[in-house]
């Protein structure tokens, strides 16, 4: 499933039902499509398109906020956190 529909500008809220929707370059994940809640937000920088240079690594663009998710049909937790930019809500999913 490609990202076809823009994160918001503001993060999510603990509560919120989101559908994580990677990028084409990520889709073959087992997380691409799935419909989950928020149980975590994790808050960067103020600045959604901060740029951190890690050092002796390649830079890299910082989203405002990352999502600790728990599946919607298994209520377990993710083993991974999710970006603010690869999620949107899931409002009008079943």
Do not use: K, W
């Not at 990202?3 to 500008?9: D, F, I, R």
């Not at 298994?74 to 999913?93: C, N």
């Amino acid at each position: 499933m490609s990202n076809t529909q823009p994160p918001p500008e503001n993060p999510h809220d603990v509560g919120d039902r989101v559908r994580v929707r990677l990028t084409d370059a990520d889709a073959e994940s087992p997380f691409d499509g799935a419909i989950c809640r928020v149980v975590h937000v994790f808050v960067d920088g103020p600045d959604r398109h901060e740029v951190v240079d890690g050092g002796s690594g390649p830079e890299r663009e910082m989203d405002r906020a990352s999502y600790r998710l728990e599946a919607v049909e298994s209520r377990e937790v993710l083993p991974v956190v999710v970006r603010h930019r690869d999620v949107v809500l899931a409002e009008d999913d079943p």
